[in-house]
């Protein structure tokens, strides 16, 4: 006979979940982002780092709880998603306010980070100051030299490539989330939750002889 399904199945692992992953990637970006960008005693600051955590913890904290509550995890999960959301408002905000440019869809340059697929903040720091190098080397051509860009637009050009790397892996991140949402979803419509394996469970046990 085979073994039953156990009462609470396996859960957690949610390190291993690509959506933790560059949730987490995210969270590290955003702290130096918002430590050498943003004022520290602003608002701002501790809204966009806290919403960024949100994001990481909640996954963990959805995947964790599973194994008792399905409902629990989708709740948690779009909270997550509900989070990086309102840290992406506050990026383009960022980017608004100080006449700075948001790529376009099609920005290629959107492709680029995604295919050179950055693990650590320091991988996504060391492909903004290529991509600075390079249109710097565009922009200046044989008749200018480096020397006569000012230092506060060569800040303005770091933030402006940083906040739009931010806001392209908060990208991947919430569509990895809206695919985890509906998996979770189907899932629960189909298996139930913790009450209903236990009810199942229960009913076995009775019927034995």
Known sequence: MADREPLIPKHGGYRKLKSFQIAQLVYDITVRFCDRYIEKCSRTHD???????????NIAEGSQASGTSKKTELKLTNVARASLEELRLDYEDFLRQRGLALWKKDDPRRAELIARRPATADDVAVWVKETLGRSDIRGLGEKKDSSTVSTSSTMSRYSELSANSA????????????????????AFESEGGFTERLYQQRQAARRKP
Do not use: F, W
């Open 47 to 57: 809204q966009m780092v806290q919403a960024a955590r949100s994001g990481v913890q």
């Open 167 to 186: 806001l392209v892996l908060i990208a991947v991140a919430c569509n990895l989330l809206d695919r985890q949402l509906s998996a979770q979803a189907a």
